[in-house]
């Protein structure tokens, strides 16, 4: 049985390094930080993990439909989404995580556009 990218490369406890380091260059964004105004980060930083350790293949799970009612009321257009796929995908390069396992995970990422944007134009 092959190795799961969320096991490759240390589990929670990086997955958890990674989405703080993600989430400080968010809330360095002006584009990105509004939309974080006000929020609970250590909730959303522990939620955040979870969800990019199931994109990895770890023990966490999610539905598209609870990430759509999350972002149900946010108004996330398409730049907005962008702009934080790019973060994330600096991220993962800080974390010298390989080329290939990026796409993979961008490409699950990008997968669920619809789910998050909701404001087009």
């Known amino acids: ?45 522990d939620h955040q ?3 990019i350790s199931a994109l990895m293949g770890g023990p966490a799970s999610f539905s598209n439909e609870a990430l759509q009612r999350a972002h149900s009321r946010l108004s996330i257009d398409n730049a907005a989404f962008d702009e934080a796929v790019d973060l994330l995908k600096m991220t993962f ?7 290939g396992d990026i796409g993979i ?17």
């Open 1 to 45: 049985m092959s190795q799961s990218l969320f096991e490759k490369y240390g589990g929670f406890a990086t997955v958890s390094r990674i989405v703080s380091a993600f989430y400080d260059q968010v809330l360095e964004s002006e584009r990105l930080s509004p939309y974080f105004a006000g929020l609970d980060m250590r909730r959303l930083v």
């Open 93 to 99: 390069e800080d974390f010298d995580m390989e080329e």
């Open 49 to 51: 993990t979870k969800f």
């Open 105 to 121: 995970l961008m490409g699950e990422v990008m997968s669920r556009r619809s789910y998050i944007v909701t404001r087009k134009g």
